[in-house]
């Protein structure tokens, strides 16, 4: 069955630059929730977005911002990197709004170094 | 916050013993749901309890829930070399984002 696809899985960049990461959520997902996890630490949720609105947003920084496409598919994009964003950056899909059974996948993560 | 605070923070067993991780939260849940993550790799959804169910069972996996104590348990039986990871419980509160524990590392040897 097909999965929650995140790209790049590993992405490396200096100090004060830009990055962009891709998710790509199950087939007939409509909803796409980002979180990051750094180091030793539990995931914190980011962002979500639930028929291309945003739906909730938690712990994600001015010099961040996503969006979800006509095509469901989301994209986390990170300005002014600083060395504490290097995390890894999980994506999940759900069919809906959580809550109740709807259970939220996650992709592989995106491993983000800043150097 | 919401955070779950899960004990123990590590568990070290041999195979074929049977592994309780306890997850304790702070506010009021939807459901509470299990996952698994190998180190530095995806979250993998176990199991999920609504809050109007106090047991449920998958395979080796049993979870438990008690909202008047805000706690609930994950026991893994027969334990497997493949069973090391960490164990995070998550929350689903209002809205919808998952609040996650801190995570139980259990380590299962041969």
């Known amino acids: 069955a097909a999965g929650v696809i995140q790209s790049p899985r590993h992405l490396i960049k200096e100090k004060r630059e830009t990055a962009t990461l891709k998710c790509y959520p199950i087939?007939?997902?409509?909803?796409v929730y980002w979180y990051q996890q750094g180091p030793g630490q539990d995931p914190q949720f980011l962002i979500s977005f639930y028929e291309k609105m945003q739906s909730d947003k938690g712990s994600i920084p001015d010099r961040f911002s996503a969006q979800q496409f006509s095509d469901y598919h989301s994209e986390l994009n990170m300005s002014s990197l600083e060395l504490g964003d290097s995390a890894l950056y999980f994506c999940a899909s759900s069919l809906g709004l959580a809550g109740g059974k709807n259970i939220q996948y996650f992709g592989a993560g995106t491993r983000l170094s800043v150097l | 916050s919401q955070q779950g605070e899960e004990d123990p923070q590590a568990l070290s067993i041999q195979e074929g013993e049977n592994a309780t991780m306890n997850c304790s939260y702070k506010?009021?849940?939807?459901?509470l749901q299990w996952y698994r993550q190998n180190s530095g790799r995806g979250l993998v959804h176990l199991i999920l309890?609504?809050?109007?169910?106090r047991e449920k069972h998958s395979g080796r996996l049993r979870v438990t829930l008690d909202t008047s104590k805000k706690s609930s348990s994950l026991l893994i039986t027969a334990s497997r070399a493949a069973d090391t990871a960490s164990y995070f419980c998550a929350m689903l509160g209002g809205g919808n984002k998952l609040t996650f524990g801190t995570g139980t590392q259990l380590k299962v040897e041969l």
């Open positions: 309890i609504r809050s109007n169910e």
């Open positions: 087939p007939r997902h409509d909803t």
């Open positions: 506010t009021s849940i939807n459901n």
